[in-house]
């Protein structure tokens, strides 16, 4: 039976722990379905981690439908959550509505996912949500707003910052977000967050007291030339593929392949 948003909350309840990660392409995809991921988020770190771009910022609608169509046709189990894209829910909740409905309808994902929780973005999202699309908040370190940021710091360091955040999490789960990534932040703001609200919060990089944790794959597989440090390799993919390439390699100069 294929996750929803409903039963998330049902595993919050019930005390079990959500797991989700990052996918961009149909085998990751696959794979990560096989091997029994609740959530798979097709993230707009693919602008990082598979288009090459400096930060998440240059990716566009068009690029994370592409990548989402290819993930919807491998998945059979996980829920599919796609990231709004910058510059495609900002100005207004007409734009949402109009990207998050391009989403779902040609790519068969679930859910859209959005950062921030201010004012205007929570009356998006209750937008969103009254028109029937489901929407999974970001809080915390917002990638999105890396220039803003100067960077990719901590959040939340402060009482004033901790205050503005779980703020911004209570107006989420009021505007309707059946979930909240909650990313970078102290632990101890993470817990009190998970506990005043009625939705789970998956955390990255905002220690053990989430309802479930999700990370980038390519951290997750050892593929990425970096990791921020609360990611954890569980291979080192990158250096098994680049050791087989050079094994064919030789084996194709030295003429023994094909035999």
């Known amino acids: 039976m294929a996750v929803t948003t409903r039963q998330l909350t049902q595993w919050k309840q019930k005390g079990r722990p959500i797991v989700a990660l990052t996918a961009y392409d149909y085998t990751i995809a696959q ?13 707009d770190s693919l602008g990082m981690v598979t288009l090459g771009y400096e930060t998440t910022l240059p990716v566009t609608l068009e690029e994370m439908i592409h990548h989402a169509k290819a993930v919807r046709r491998a998945v ?4 599919i959550v796609v990231d709004l894209p910058f510059l495609t829910y900002q100005e207004s909740p007409q734009q949402a509505i109009h990207s998050a409905g391009r989403i779902l ?6 859910a859209v996912k959005l950062e921030s929780g201010n004012k205007e973005i929570a009356q998006t999202v209750k937008k969103l949500t009254s028109v029937g699309i489901p929407v999974l908040g970001h809080i915390g370190l917002t990638p ?4 803003q940021f100067g960077g990719y710091p901590q959040q939340g360091k402060t009482p004033d910052a901790s205050a503005r955040i779980l703020e911004e ?3 989420l789960v009021e505007a309707g977000a059946f979930a909240l990534v909650l990313e970078h932040i102290e632990a101890y703001l993470a817990k009190e967050i998970t506990e005043k609200v009625s939705i789970p919060t998956i955390g990255i990089g905002a ?16 593929l990425s030339d970096w990791r921020p440090p609360f990611a954890k390799a569980y291979a080192n993919l990158r250096g098994t593929v680049t050791q087989a390439v050079k ?3 030789l084996e194709v100069k030295e003429r ?4």
């Open 169 to 171: 999490a209570l107006a």
């Open 31 to 43: 794979l990560l379905d096989n091997a029994g991921v609740d959530l798979i988020l097709v993230g």
């Open 76 to 79: 059979k189990q996980a829920l």
């Open 105 to 110: 309808k040609e790519t068969g994902a679930q």
């Open 207 to 222: 220690g053990a007291y989430c309802d479930g944790q999700i990370l980038v794959v390519n951290d997750v597989l050892g």
């Open 144 to 147: 999105q707003s890396v220039h």
């Open 247 to 249: 094994e064919y390699s």
């Open 256 to 259: 023994k392949f094909p035999q």
